[in-house]
């Protein structure tokens, strides 16, 4: 499932940085329940949640996205 690659990485971007779910989620504007659906892969983060995000964390959203999400172009 496509979702749960995106929440992996999120999630691991988010312990690299030492942010808690709770902390993340509080500076980005969602609720605690939002930010465990994406990082579950129940739920696909939005671009606005996704720009937050990366902004906080000081990745890109390349970085945060995967990388078989990357190159399709074809």
């Known amino acids: ?9 999120i999630r691991a971007f988010r312990k ?12 980005i504007g969602v609720s605690v329940s939002v930010l465990g659906e ?3 892969g129940s ?4 671009d606005h949640i ?4 990366s902004e906080l964390l000081n990745v890109s959203v390349e970085e945060l ?3 078989d999400e990357l190159g399709d172009e074809n």
């Open 38 to 40: 994406i990082e579950r």
């Open 16 to 27: 690299l940085k030492g942010y808690t779910q709770e902390g993340l989620a509080k500076d």
């Open 65 to 67: 996205t995967p990388p």
């Open 50 to 53: 996704l720009v937050q995000i």
């Open 1 to 9: 499932m496509e979702t749960d690659k995106w929440g992996r990485r």
């Open 43 to 46: 739920r696909l983060p939005s």
